[in-house]
């Protein structure tokens, strides 16, 4: 079987990576992956719709250049990594072709496009939320918080922003000034011209991923994310810093997460007409009246998938396929009960602005530790030397018996890499190390 994946970031190197090692699979194309898909994948130099940039006439030749590629060369099965092409359409084109595609239609990876239509769909399905008010007005936002708004809040632009248009804010100022950004001054790209404003939730994260194939939901596990840039949830928010798993419900917290998130999501996402395939990743807050959905993605989370794909035990392409074909109730997947744990390297500024190019050295040594896969984010060849490309460089995972030696492999394999303004958070599951 030939496989196209569609991104380039540590998601889709961990997800490829994964593939590699299903019997079914012959030959595996990344468009227009990295210089760590490279060394087993074959790199393909088609471009990939972006959120901030190209517009819409650029993302649809992006696209249709995707479909030419997969129909030339007889792909049996296209998995979209990032969230843009998802909004820009990939699978309605890829599907209108004949072509077996992994993700959701443009229409129902809504859910993740817009944050104040996911909100409007939970509380019609009455799912567990932070309240909120949506505006798309700067004046009517503004007078509500100076009027209304509990403090500390949280303003998100409602649109796609790569993880970086959420703003905690804890007085007036903070969010005034957090929509002068995202709504007027549109720091984080068109996606704030609608803003969120929603209660604060105290708790911690956890991000669920759940493969739904139009009938049935196969859970995997539960994987915490780190967002903030900086240790100790200081600092911007990026896409994402590192992550662990598993994660362990504490018992009075524990809920049915499929029947009180998932399935009402999905009956009125069809409802909706928008029936949901793919895989559906809703980002949790567990706090003390049970656990509250933040958000909904329409994607694998990076770097959530780094961290879970080195557990997976079973064929990866049965898995894919079976959410396909909808054929997800005879296949049960087998997890490593090992501990994961994934630490992102960054570029120096991120998630600001950063310096690309810098040379990456130490790889190889740090994946001869024991139970270490470095995965590539941000990353190219120049002049045959490995160097950054991106805000987010590698992400440097370890498998281990617990969460305390994934942790110390993870920290261990570190020390071996360097480059340029390299920076990255040093409490990546420190405290789940304490727990147990
Ligand atoms: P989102 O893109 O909505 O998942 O938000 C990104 C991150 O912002 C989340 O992972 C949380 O760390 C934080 N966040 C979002 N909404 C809230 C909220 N209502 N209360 C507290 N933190 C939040
Ligand atoms: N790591 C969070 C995300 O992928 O959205």
Redesign the pocket.
């Known amino acids: 079987m030939k496989i196209l994946i569609v991104g380039s970031g540590g998601r889709e190197h961990a997800l490829a990576w994964q593939l590699a090692k299903s019997k079914h699979v012959t030959r595996i194309f990344c468009a227009p992956g990295n210089a760590g898909t490279a060394e087993f994948c074959e790199n393909v130099p088609i471009p990939v719709p972006d959120i901030l940039g190209g517009g819409e006439d650029k993302a649809k030749e992006n696209i249709a250049n995707l479909v030419t590629f997969a129909l030339q060369n007889n792909i049996d099965l296209t998995v979209v990594g990032p969230e843009a092409p998802l909004f820009a359409g990939i699978v309605n084109a890829f599907e209108a072709s004949g072509l077996t595609i992994f993700g959701p239609t443009a229409q129902a990876a809504q859910i993740e496009e817009s ?1 104040a239509q996911a909100k409007q769909m939970m509380n019609r399905a009455g799912i567990s939320t ?1 309240e909120h008010r949506s505006f798309d007005d700067y004046d009517k936002a503004y007078a509500y918080i100076i009027n209304d708004c509990v403090f500390p809040c ?1 303003v ?1 632009a409602s649109g796609p922003a790569k ?1 970086k248009g ?1 703003i ?1 804010c804890n007085d007036h100022l903070e969010a005034e000034n957090a929509i002068l950004r995202l709504m007027a001054r549109q720091t984080e790209g068109p996606g704030g011209a609608t803003v969120v404003i ?4 105290d708790g911690s ?1 956890l991000s669920g991923h759940y493969l739904c194939d139009g009938n049935s939901v196969l859970a995997l596990p539960f994987v915490r994310d780190y ?1 903030s840039a900086y240790n100790h949830s200081s600092g911007p ?1 990026t896409g994402g810093m590192g992550a662990v798993t598993p994660i362990i419900i504490d018992s009075h917290r524990k809920c049915e997460f499929v029947p009180w998130f998932i399935k009402p999501a999905l009956k009125q996402m069809q409802d909706m007409g928008m029936p949901y395939k793919g895989v559906l990743f809703p ?1 949790f ?1 567990l706090t003390i009246e049970g656990p509250k959905v ?2 909904f993605n329409c994607r694998f989370g990076d770097p959530e998938t780094e961290a879970l794909m080195p557990r997976l035990e079973s064929d990866l392409f049965e898995l894919l396929m079976a959410t396909c074909r909808g054929t997800l109730d005879s296949v049960e997947p087998k997890w490593s009960t090992a501990a994961s744990c994934t630490v992102v390297l960054a570029s120096g500024g991120y998630p600001g602005r950063h310096a690309i190019g810098k040379v990456i050295e130490g790889v190889e040594d740090a994946e001869k530790i024991p139970g270490v896969t470095v995965f590539h984010c941000g990353t190219a060849r120049k002049d045959g030397q490995l160097v950054t490309a991106g805000g987010r460089v590698l992400a440097v995972t370890c498998l281990g018996d617990d969460h305390s030696l994934a942790r110390r492999g993870a920290y261990e394999a570190i020390k071996k890499i360097d480059f340029d303004g390299m920076h990255y958070r040093t409490d990546i599951g420190e405290s789940l190390c304490r727990a147990h």
């Open positions: 944050k932070a949280c998100k993880g959420v905690i929603e209660e604060f939730l994260e967002k928010m980002g807050m933040l958000e």
